[in-house]
Structures are given as C-alpha cells and as structure tokens.
C-alpha cells in the first residue's frame, strides 16, 4: 500500500503470551471467542495508511501489505503500546480512590478507574491502599494480528465518507464535490451529538491531510415536524352535509 491509500481491513487481535482475543472487526469471531458485545456493530477498520492513527508495527505491515492478502504479524511492546513505566503506577489511600469514583460499589480488581481526569486500572485494593495502572492497559505486551485489506477506496466521495465514518462514528453522510470544495450533508444523528462541534473540526483536518481538500462545508438538514392535524376535525368526519364542524385558528373562534 502507498502512504495515503484509504483501506478497510479486517483484523483479530490477540495477546501474543495468551493467545486471548482483545478485539476484532468479525462478529463470527467475537462470538466464538466469547467477547461479542450487543449493540455493536461490527465492520471494518478504516485507516489511512501511514497516516499515524495506528500503532506503529501495524502501520509498518500495512505499508508493505496487499490487498484480499491474509496476513499473521507479532509486534513487540517497542513498536506497540510501549513497555509498563513503573512511574504511572501509583498506590494511595483507599479513602482518595472512594471519594474519587462515582460508583464505590463498582469498585473491583480490573475495573477502570478516573482520578485527576487521568484513567487507570485498579490493580490493587487492600489494606487501606489502592493500586492504580495508569499505563496504557495493552503496554508490555507483544500483541498478535490477523488482518486482512478487504477493501482499497478509490472513488474521491467514498474516501471522504469512509473518513467521515470513521473519525466521527456517524453514518449516512451525504457528500458532493464542486472542483476540490467539498459538501457535507450531517446525518440527523450528528444533530443531536453533543460532541459534533469538536468531530467536525477534527474531520476538516483529517481530509485536508489524506486528500488536500479544498473548502469544507457542512450542511444540517432539519425535516420538519409532521403536520399536526386537529384531532377534532377527524372525530367529527362525517358525510352528513348538516353534520357541523367547530374550528380554531390562531385562539379565534369560527
């Protein structure tokens, strides 16, 4: 793949000391594995390649791949999450770890905790301490990949949807070009996020950066409501040609 091909690639990953799976784009895998999430769509990773999204071993592999090639790769933690920095584990007092969760009850060996806006896994909770992991959770393990290029986009709007997708999460985007401007049609759904402002701006650059894009517009289509009908004028339908109707416009009687 050249640096900048836009990619859908389906992949496993595993932790190469366990041969656990950690995640996967396959629902079929998921489920046999025992990590299936309802809910969830399962489809595939869309990446620039070489644009930096990924970890550097994965990068390094699919700057080198084929297309509809299966391929089985090991990335050692230097080209992955790094090693475990023993400085981002800390032990404090069990009482600052309640006061700093909003759930105590949920607490549990494993379980992702918040402290200082940083986020850890509790690794330790006894003897009036707490232990907390704030290394990345995949950091100092070598991480095994199955993958597979199930798709190399190549039509200019498909790019620009595939990126759309993938950086905001949203689906149905509606894009047409006018020379190197592009517009953006916001599916409903992104009217509602409260994180839009913020993906909207992370999009603009990454198709500036994967495409050279010109002028980006978004454009919110808001459907209008449907037409509330007076429920009076239904329940009183009649052919009856004496049959007598009472309407109201504006708060003035008729």
């Known amino acids: 793949m050249d640096s900048g091909t836009i990619v859908h690639v389906d992949y496993e990953l595993y932790n190469a000391d366990t041969g656990d799976l950690l995640e996967t784009t396959l629902e079929e895998v998921a489920k046999e594995h025992e990590i299936h999430q309802e809910g969830r769509g399962y489809s595939p990773l869309v990446t620039v390649v070489g ?3 990924l970890i550097e071993g994965f990068e390094d592999s699919l700057l080198e791949a084929e297309a509809e090639t299966e391929y089985d790769i090991d990335i050692e933690p230097a080209k992955g999450y790094g090693d475990k920095d023993t400085t981002m584990i800390e032990t404090i007092n069990q009482d600052k770890l309640m006061r700093a969760v909003s759930d105590p009850q949920s607490l549990g060996i494993g379980s992702p905790v918040e402290i ?3 986020t850890g896994i509790l690794t330790l909770f006894a003897a009036g301490r707490a232990r907390v992991d704030f290394n990345h959770p995949l950091a ?3 991480l095994r990949y199955k993958y597979t290029i199930v798709k190399v986009v190549e039509d200019r709007a498909e790019k620009v949807v595939a990126l759309l997708k993938s950086n905001s999460g949203h689906d149905d985007f509606e894009v047409d070009f006018d020379g190197d401007d592009v517009s953006v049609i916001v599916p409903q759904s992104m009217l509602f996020d409260t994180n839009a402002a913020m993906m909207k701006f992370r999009v603009v650059s990454v198709l500036r950066e994967a495409m050279d894009v010109g002028k980006v517009s978004f454009v919110e289509v808001h459907e209008p409501r449907a037409a509330i009908e007076d429920a009076d004028d239904h ?3 009649c052919e009856d040609p004496d049959c007598e109707h009472e309407t109201h416009a ?5």
């Open 116 to 118: 200082g806006g940083r």
């Open 250 to 254: 504006h708060g003035e009687e008729e």
């Open 140 to 142: 100092g393990r070598t």
């Open 51 to 53: 644009g930096g999204q």
């Open 235 to 237: 329940e009183h339908d």
